[in-house]
């Protein structure tokens, strides 16, 4: 599966951005979506997650700030993302877990767990 993810951006703290990842190849209503970040000198982090069954997850980071949503017919995954704040700055990237069951109910935040990722997204938050 090829991943395009887009959206991202230099915006101010408090302000709202939404990033979109458009799959291509595969079968996306098969997929479980993911977001993750990197922000300089750290990790990979989880963000949110989307399964099958649009059941959704988010990482403690960005709870209740942050939601993922899906089209299949479009093939697409969205991040909104509201109430920035500088610590939200990083490079957003989508992945795709492929082979899930419809009634999936587990949260996958490792990397390891994805087996395609897209080409990641700049967003950086002014303070």
């Known amino acids: 599966v090829q991943l395009q993810a887009s959206g991202g951006g230099l915006v101010q703290a408090g302000d709202s951005l939404r990033l979109a990842c458009v799959a291509s190849g595969g079968t996306f209503n098969r997929l479980i979506m993911a977001w993750f970040r990197q922000a300089p000198g750290k990790e990979r982090e989880f963000v949110a997650q989307i399964n099958r069954n649009e059941r959704s997850f988010s990482g403690d980071s960005v709870k209740g700030r942050a939601t993922i949503s899906r089209d299949n017919a479009k093939k697409t995954v969205w991040l909104q993302m509201n109430s920035l704040k500088p610590e939200d700055t990083a490079v957003y990237y989508c992945?795709?877990?492929?082979?899930?069951?419809?009634?999936?109910?587990?949260?996958?935040?490792?990397?390891?767990?994805?087996?395609?990722w897209g080409q990641g997204t700049q967003v950086t938050v002014s303070s």
């Open positions: 992945a795709a877990k492929k082979n899930s069951i419809l009634s999936e109910s587990r949260v996958f935040t490792l990397q390891s767990s994805y087996d395609d």
